[in-house]
């Protein structure tokens, strides 16, 4: 059994769609705990009502980055992971952090990396006037938004639409590809050789519209 600890910073419907898959589709793997920096993360709800152990490591108690990403990683490191699951986890994390869990940490990003790192990701591509926008998981590396990439899913923006719509557009293949990366990962599906990530099985690992 892998053992996956998911960090979020809130609504934590990322993290949902992975723990019900997990469950549903009898995955040789366990979310261990659900861990967030902000106490009031909706998500925390939703997991201690799956029975999974949940924590808190509020940023706001340390005074540096290094102190924060310490009790992070030892709250992480007390759940044994095999797997770390970054779902919508807002705190940019130090390189030293990242190392540490290097080729066992995933993260999603509502855009197709490695365009539009960072914030505002929709508004920035209807501001853009892209025609596609979506989703990426990829392996975390110290740089933002950045790291060998797992599985997009392509969709399209469309002419009406505004951050909102686009958003919620994008979070539905969110919750497909999230669940499917985790589900790879932990099968032991994935390879990574120099930056680059292939499926084993050579399952795509593109969703288009
Ligand atoms: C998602 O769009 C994720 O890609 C982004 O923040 C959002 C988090 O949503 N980083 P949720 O907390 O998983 O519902």
């Known amino acids: 059994m892998k053992r996956i600890v998911i960090l979020i910073s809130g609504r934590g419907s990322n993290m949902r769609s992975i723990v019900e ?32 152990p949940t924590a808190v490591v509020d940023h706001r108690a340390f005074a540096t ?16 992971p095999d797997l770390v699951v970054l ?17 066992r940490m995933l993260n999603i990003h509502p855009s197709l990396l490695p365009a539009f790192p960072g914030l505002h990701t929709h508004r920035r591509a209807i501001d853009t006037g892209c025609k596609l926008a979506g989703a990426t998981v990829h ?13 997009q899913a392509v969709v399209p923006v469309l002419p009406d639409d505004d951050e909102s719509r686009l958003a919620e557009r ?17 099968e032991g599906r994935l390879h990574l050789e120099r930056g680059i990530v292939t499926q084993r099985e050579g399952e795509p690992q593109l969703l288009l519209p």
């Open 65 to 80: 980055r290094d102190a924060f990403d310490a009790a992070l990683a030892q709250a992480i490191d007390a759940h044994a």
């Open 21 to 52: 898959a997990c469950t549903a589709e009898r995955w040789p793997a366990r979310v261990v705990a659900v861990i967030s920096h902000r106490p009031d993360a909706a998500g925390l709800t939703f997991a201690a009502s799956y029975s999974i």
């Open 170 to 186: 994008v979070l539905a293949r969110e919750h497909v590809i999230y669940p499917r990366a985790v589900r790879w990962f932990v």
């Open 87 to 103: 779902a919508g986890f807002m705190r940019i994390l130090g390189a030293a952090f990242v190392r540490r869990y290097e080729g």
């Open 139 to 151: 392996f975390v590396t110290p740089e933002l938004d950045h790291g060998p990439i797992v599985l």
